[in-house]
């Protein structure tokens, strides 16, 4: 177990734990390191992410907290943004197996996993003029049919989400 850190903004434990031994090192997150199988929202076990001819995120197993904040730290070049699009089901693992909810990702269909995964990679630029809420809001096409409306669920959702990351639109 690792060792508890207050956060400094609100003096909650912050535990960190290791990843494993590459340059890419720490995943911090609120709450305590041990969790059960229903506490854990994504599991990743045995992981290997590559471009191309081989992996570059090797053998990697963690364990993402339904619920909570997580950290994943690393010098550029470590493989923080492969790692997390081989989570996301960007890119494919070459070895291992990631696990939404205890499924893994490969039998999800793209809008199921749309459904439960949102990701905005580094790089990406948002249309401009467009506000922190809108673009929170794009994020909301999967739950929708295709020609469905705005829906007050839609809204609250957003707000919701909003307020979980303390920014305004």
Request: proline share 6%.
């Amino acid at each position: 177990r690792s060792p508890a850190v207050p956060c400094r903004r609100c003096s909650r434990p912050l535990v960190w734990s290791l990843v494993w031994s590459g340059h890419l090192s720490l995943v911090g997150s609120f709450g305590s390191a041990a969790m059960t199988e229903r506490e854990t929202a994504l599991r990743a076990v045995g992981v290997s992410i590559g471009y191309g001819s081989g992996p570059f995120v090797k053998d990697v197993s963690l364990d993402i907290p339904r619920g909570k904040f997580t950290v994943l730290l690393g010098p550029n070049g470590s493989g923080k943004s492969t790692l997390l699009k081989g989570l996301g089901g960007l890119l494919p693992t070459q070895d291992g197996q990631v696990l939404l909810d205890g499924r893994s990702l490969k039998s999800l269909g793209p809008r199921e996993l749309a459904r439960q995964i949102a990701m905005r990679t580094q790089g990406a630029e948002a249309p401009e003029g467009l506000t922190v809420g809108e673009l929170v809001g794009q994020g909301r096409y999967p739950h929708r049919g295709l020609f469905a409306r705005w829906s007050a669920e839609d809204e609250e959702s957003v707000q919701s989400t909003l307020e979980l990351t303390h920014l305004t639109s």
